[in-house]
């Protein structure tokens, strides 16, 4: 019964729908996020040890 | 505006709405919220007001002259800034809000509503209380008061007054959802009321820290029943709550972003079950971080600051999954407006609504705020941004524009709901928001730049003797972010004015409370997302290990020997 | 139990409930959750390793004092700089309300100096510019972080917490200079301290 693939309790959109735009933009967050993180890194780096 | 709204390819679909707003608020729950909205936005206009006095005066332009007798200083301006817009505006907002996403969320009155109002009057009067040593110049110690920095008694006692109205509330909240769950047994809880409640339960975990600061230690000491303090434990006393009080701040907006704002743009929540573990997750891990803000001080061992900064990286988690549910269903949302593309669905989205625009405005500011943090928390990083004006910029990105922002596109539509009138000019309104959204890009990046060149924070940088040439032309930024800013604050304060002052409308013209539904069926969603129990005692487990044995250590050794300055350290 | 009645009307047949683990997450989802804890992990990775292998570190609990009596006993109670051994130095800062002493710290470059900072009143900041020096300062503890001034030049340090009214006006200047330069600075005072005496 639970392999039924009748109407599924998500309904139908759901069915369809896939994240696609919601992806893209979270790839260009993590791009940005990667980029200005190492840039302070870069920066912690280029200022000398601290011990 | 060049944003536009797409006609619809499909007819969006319409939930039944008698079942949807199932409660109408009664005149007396309408008039208790907006009493907490009336204090929130009085004191957000004025909080925000001082802000562009420091930004004008970064760039030499010294408006400090001209308010005497009421301001004497920057600093005067500065803790008035501070207070009101983090502490005053925030907690009476929050509280408000809190109220109406239990009473709609459960369709019901408040349990006891007399806890309520006593929490109200309790927080109202501390608010004065703390207001009077600031506008009397007698307690500028900005919002952090760290000692040995002196304020009034009065300061202290009202503070404390304010978060001890918050906790009677808090209770009323719990009672609440108590009495409702007894009514509907087995029925997961509406996302927005459990949403505001876990975030009222963790407010008063968190708040235990500087309420232990201030009842032993500050309290007694303005006082003169002690002499000296031990200003590193009452740092970590702080940040006890101070971090956490952040994430006070965020979760009412995530409320709003995953159980409402779907709904204003013609969507679902993506997943219920992933907003609810978020909720959960930061019940547990919003606390035990505060180390974090205490990367550079002395006296704690650099072993708890780096557990504190494992424990920080795991409250970006459920940041990083309300990233995706929440763009995923106002990407649901849009390409049910017709929306199409990898990108162009979001032109779909009803951008000409200023209370969606306001809050996704505010979600791509946070984006930016959130990457500020995850720098901040990175332990060694702390090195290069700690105490410089990168820290203002980044808080301005977070509570001043995720926080505030979503704040006031929720007030969009809710004063009107609770003065049964509609929002005056919703031009306006975009206008408002836009500028908030251009304004705090320009002030907040050259906030981020200056500190990275080295500028500190809090400080009068138009009148500091060491400023080098090649900070001028950021100065000069964040004077223009203020100036934008300032004409936000201005329209704000009007279209709010006249908005509740407004001719009362026919009740079908008044905004509904927005409340989305989600795309999986609640029930569906494991009952141990609907349990307090479980997420409380893992709470109260991580931090006892992650705070408890440097806290007991600092309470240990407790040096109550710092007297401070003799006299009054700021301008009089 | 007759079946509960939400906003969104009565469940749907159940699809697992509380025994579905899956919880009808998205897989994309699921994956976005599992790149985040893998994206986290690795940047803590790279702060410790700079942390604790390669000398990226922050201050600790190193000492503390009385700060009604720091003026006055011990070394904050002569602060400046002291050759420890060749090329290694000792910098005693006190951090007073609204200034720094000393407000100028000459060393020779290359010169490896351990700060140690304290206040006798208000909590201050000591941050030097273009350096990963950078502490809160706090009375009753001792701030302490070494570096190494391998480029000549000056950099200012200035006070990063709010302390009332001349906050703004609160700075020095470390100068870095050639060993030559230094050797003759040093030798100069060091005469005119020997003539004072005399």
């Given amino acids: 019964m639970s392999d039924d693939p009748g109407p599924s309790p998500e309904g139908d959109a759901h069915e369809h729908f896939k994240p696609v735009g919601t992806l893209f933009i979270l790839v260009m967050f993590v791009a940005a996020l990667i980029l200005l993180w190492a840039s302070v890194y870069v920066i912690l780096i280029s200022r000398g040890v601290t011990v | 505006m060049t944003v536009v709204d797409e006609p619809l390819d499909q007819p969006i679909e319409q939930p039944a709405a008698r079942n949807v707003d199932g409660y109408e608020l009664t005149p007396t729950e309408k008039r208790f919220i907006g009493a907490h909205l009336f204090v929130a936005i009085v004191a957000v206009l004025v909080g925000s007001l001082m802000g562009p006095l420091q930004a004008f005066e970064f760039s030499g332009l010294d408006l400090y002259p001209y308010l005497e007798p009421v301001i004497k200083s920057y600093y005067q301006g500065l803790t008035l800034h501070g207070v009101l817009n983090a502490l005053v505006f925030t907690t009476f907002f929050i509280v408000g809000f809190t109220n109406l996403t239990t009473i709609k969320g459960l369709k019901r009155p408040l349990a006891k509503p007399i806890i309520n109002t006593v929490g109200f009057w309790v927080m109202t009067a501390g608010l004065i209380t703390t207001a009077i040593p600031i506008l009397t110049n007698s307690a500028t110690v900005l919002y952090t008061f760290y000692p040995p920095l002196e304020a009034s008694p009065f300061f202290y006692l009202g503070l404390t007054l304010v978060v001890v109205g918050s906790w009677i509330e808090g209770v009323g909240f719990f009672l609440t959802l108590k009495a409702w769950r007894k009514d509907n047994p087995g029925v997961r ?180 705020g959130g990457i500020g943090g995850l720098t901040n928390a990175s332990y060694n990083l702390n090195l290069v941004i700690h105490n410089t004006s990168w820290v203002p910029g980044h808080f301005h990105l977070t509570v001043a524009s995720a926080v505030a922002l979503s704040f006031f596109a929720i007030t969009y539509w809710m004063v009107p709901h609770l003065s049964g009138t509609k929002l005056h000019s919703p031009t306006l309104a975009l206008v408002q928001v836009w500028t908030w959204f251009v304004g705090m890009v320009i002030f907040s990046n050259a906030m981020h730049v200056l500190g990275l060149l080295g500028a500190p924070r809090r400080t009068p940088l138009g009148e500091a003797t060491y400023v080098p040439e090649e900070w001028n032309g950021h100065l000069l930024r964040t004077s223009i972010g203020g100036a934008i800013l300032l004409v936000s604050v201005l329209v704000y304060g009007y279209v709010m004015l006249r908005t509740w002052r407004g001719a009362k409308v026919d009740p079908s013209e008044v905004p509904e409370v927005p409340i989305a539904e989600s795309v999986r069926h609640p029930q569906l969603t494991p009952v141990w997302l609907d349990r307090f129990k479980p997420w409380l005692i893992g709470a109260a487990l991580l931090l006892v290990v992650a705070y408890g044995p440097q806290l007991i250590d600092q309470i240990w050794n407790m040096n109550l020997n710092a007297p401070g300055y003799e006299g009054t350290p700021w301008p009089s | 139990m007759s079946a509960p009645v939400t906003d969104q ?19 994309w989802e699921r994956n976005w959750i599992r790149f985040s804890i893998a994206m986290l992990v690795c940047f803590f990775v790279i702060v410790s390793v700079a942390g604790f292998a390669m000398g990226f570190q922050v201050p600790g609990a190193d000492a503390e004092v009385d700060p009604t009596k720091v003026e006055t006993e011990g070394p904050f109670a002569d602060p400046g700089l002291r050759e420890i051994e060749p090329g290694v130095y000792e910098a005693y800062v006190l951090a007073k309300t609204w200034s720094f002493v000393p407000a100028r710290i000459e060393v020779p470059v290359g010169a490896e100096v351990t700060i140690y900072v304290t206040s006798p009143d208000l909590q201050h900041g000591f941050k030097i510019t273009d350096t990963n020096i950078n502490m ?11 570096y190494t001034f391998d480029e000549v030049g000056v950099f200012p340090y200035l006070c990063t917490e709010y302390c009332g009214t001349a906050h703004a006006a609160m700075w020095g200047e470390v100068h870095v200079l050639s060993q030559a330069e230094f050797d003759a600075a040093n030798s100069a005072s060091t005469d005119s301290t020997e003539e004072d005496e005399a």
């Fill in chain 2, 189 to 368: 809880s509406p996302f927005i009321a459990l949403g505001n409640i876990i975030n009222a339960a963790m407010w008063q975990i968190a708040t235990l820290g500087v309420a232990v600061e201030i009842l032993t230690m500050l309290l007694p000491w303005s006082l003169g029943i002690i002499d000296e303090v031990d200003p590193e434990l009452a740092r970590t006393y702080f940040w006890f709550t101070g971090h956490p009080l952040v994430y006070f701040w965020l979760l009412p907006a995530y409320t709003s972003w995953y159980g409402m704002l779907p709904k204003q743009v013609g969507g679902k929540l993506f997943s219920d079950s992933l907003g609810r573990l978020a909720f959960w997750l930061f019940l547990i891990v919003s606390v035990p971080v505060g180390f974090h803000h205490q990367y550079v001080d002395p006296g704690v061992p650099p072993t708890w600051k780096w557990i504190h900064a494992g424990l920080t990286y795991s409250v970006f988690f459920p940041s990083m999954i309300t990233a995706f549910t929440v763009i995923a269903s106002l990407e649901y949302g849009a390409r049910k407006r017709g929306g199409t593309g990898l990108i162009g669905w979001v032109r779909a989205l009803p951008w000409t609504d200023p209370s969606v625009a306001g809050q996704l405005l505010a979600g791509i500011l946070f984006m930016f």
């Fill in chain 3, 9 to 27: 009307g009565a469940p749907p047949p159940s699809d697992g409930g509380d025994d579905d683990l899956t919880m009808g997450i998205d897989p």
């Fill in chain 3, 136 to 146: 809160q300062v706090v009375p009753g503890q001792v701030s302490k972080l070494s």
